[in-house]
């Protein structure tokens, strides 16, 4: 009698892989039934890539000059050769002609090349003087590329790609935004309606009132080599109140701004001021326009408070006038004046006095 165990059904001893394939099976007829799905990304626009998040973390955020990695002038490489540690070469840079040298491979050019395609360059160079050289390069950094921010941020310039970076990174490197002091509180300055991106001549559809107003990030367009961005000085920006005020220069702008307001934000009228024929001029540089203002009317509620627009000039006499042009020479000598003491104020230092003869202390 032979002792034999009990044979078994396939299914019954394989049952985990008969529901294995089973789920497999039904994924697939889903998928082929619905090609839109597997294809979805393969057919997703690529000409802005976004981060939904406030850096580059994910590798399928990389864009096409991230994928093929060119080398550019001012890049630092390292070099050695296979077998002969003695002749490796630190901080060999690519010169501002584009081309590096190493050893017997001098002038080889590089630009425009990847780190795999300038080793096979070089060491067919070096195969001229060498029996079968094996090379190896490896970046150390890269100073090539570069993106230019200018407008309202707090540092300016030029800065290099050497990393994945977005447009709130590239704020944050440049330490954010300027800001001005209106009625006591810190406020920005920068017009995010009119900011924008420009890439290769064209300007991308970036909303960056969403992106640093409401945080959107789905509007943080990952950089690229030789994008400018901008950021305008705000539409906010500034009127100035000149003559018979305690302190003449710029007053921040915001929606609420009026000729009483901007007056009471430089100190008042002093004592000679004439208080009912206030100036204000706007459109001073282009076609300017003239109007009266009675403040002394508008303090007892009985005469308009004009609102004022950006760049308009609040000019206070000290005695009565007839005509607005006898004061416009008059304004444009005090807004020059003003303009300077404010720059000095701000540029050169403590202990500039002001309008009123005491002493400003800046704090840098």
Do not use: C
């Not at 001021?273 to 403040?295: D, G, H, M």
């Not at 007892?300 to 760049?311: D, F, I, R, S, V």
């Not at 006898?326 to 004046?337: G, I, K, Y």
Request: glycine fraction near 6%; charged fraction near 20%.
């Amino acid at each position: 009698m032979l002792n034999r165990e009990r044979t078994v059904p396939v299914q019954e001893r394989y049952s985990r892989w008969f529901a294995t394939a089973t789920a497999a099976v039904t994924m697939a007829f889903v998928f082929v039934g619905h090609p839109s799905r597997a294809t979805a990304a393969e057919t997703a626009p690529a000409a802005t890539v976004q981060s939904a998040t406030f850096s580059v973390v994910d590798p399928s955020q990389r864009a096409d000059w991230q994928k093929r990695l060119t080398l550019g002038p001012g890049d630092m490489l390292r070099f050695q050769l296979y077998g002969s540690p003695d002749l490796t070469r630190e901080d060999v840079p690519v010169d501002p002609d584009g081309r590096v040298s190493y050893l017997e491979a001098e002038n080889v050019a590089a630009t425009g090349l990847t780190v795999d395609e300038l080793r096979d360059r070089v060491t067919t160079a070096l195969a001229k003087y060498r029996r079968t050289p094996q090379v190896a390069i490896s970046p150390l950094s890269f100073h090539s590329k570069h993106y230019y921010l200018l407008g309202s941020v707090m540092q300016r310039g030029v800065y290099p790609l050497d990393r994945p970076i977005t447009i709130i990174e590239a704020v944050a490197r440049a330490h954010g935004f300027e800001t001005s002091i209106s009625r006591g509180n810190v406020i920005e300055t920068t017009d995010f309606s009119h900011s924008f991106i420009e890439r290769h001549g064209k300007r991308m559809p970036v909303d960056f009132d969403k992106l640093f107003v409401h945080g959107d990030l789905s509007q943080n367009v990952v950089l690229e080599p030789d994008d400018y961005l901008y950021f305008p000085a705000g539409a906010a920006g500034a009127v100035y109140v000149l003559g018979e005020v305690r302190t003449p220069g710029a007053v921040s702008f915001d929606d609420q701004t009026s000729v009483l307001t901007a007056i009471a934000n430089r100190g008042g009228f002093t004592e000679r001021a004439w208080k009912q024929r206030v100036l204000v001029i706007r459109n001073s540089q282009l076609q300017p326009e003239t109007f009266r203002v009675n403040a002394y009317g508008a303090l007892e509620g009985k005469n308009t408070n004009l609102e004022l627009q950006p760049g308009d000039v609040v000019y206070i006499s000290n005695r009565p006038w007839a005509r607005a042009e006898e004061l416009l020479d008059r304004a444009a000598s005090a807004f020059v004046e003003s303009a300077v003491i404010t720059w000095t104020s701000i540029h050169v230092g403590a202990g500039v006095p002001d309008a009123i003869g005491t002493s400003t202390t800046v704090t840098p």
